[in-house]
C-alpha cells in the first residue's frame, strides 16, 4: 500500500506548533535553572511580572506537543483541537488588545506579532484542511 504524505502546509503549521510547544517547556525549565529569566520574559510581555505564567508554560508546551504530534500522525481530533486553540488564542489575545486601552508600544508590537503568527498557523490549517481530511484517520 502506498504511504501518502502529510499536505505541505499542514506539515508546516504543525512543525511551528511543535516548535512553540518545545520551546514553552525549554523556557519553564530555564526559569527553573535560570531565575533571571522571569525578568527577561515579563520585560518582553510573555509572562506576568514575577514568573507567575511560568507555570502556563508548562501546561501549554506538551499540550502543544501533543497537537503538533497528532497532526504529524494524521490525526482527524488533532486537526480539531489546534483549530479551537489557534481560535481560542486569537479571540484571547484581541480582548487583551481591545481591553488594554493603555497598551505600550512594545506590548502592542509583541501581541500583534503573536495574532500574526497564529492567524497564519490558522490559515495553513483551514486552506488545507480537505487534504488533510482525505488522509487522517
Known sequence: MEKVSLPIKTKIAAWLILLFGISSIILFF???IIPK?????SSLYLVAEGGKGFVGLLILGPFLVWIARGLLDKKQWAWWWSVVFIGWSIALD???ILTLLLLTKKEFVVHLALMIILFILGILLFFDRKNFWKIAT
Open 37 to 41: 529569566i522571569s525578568k527577561l520574559l
Open 30 to 32: 530555564a526559569w527553573l
Open 94 to 96: 484581541l480582548i487583551w
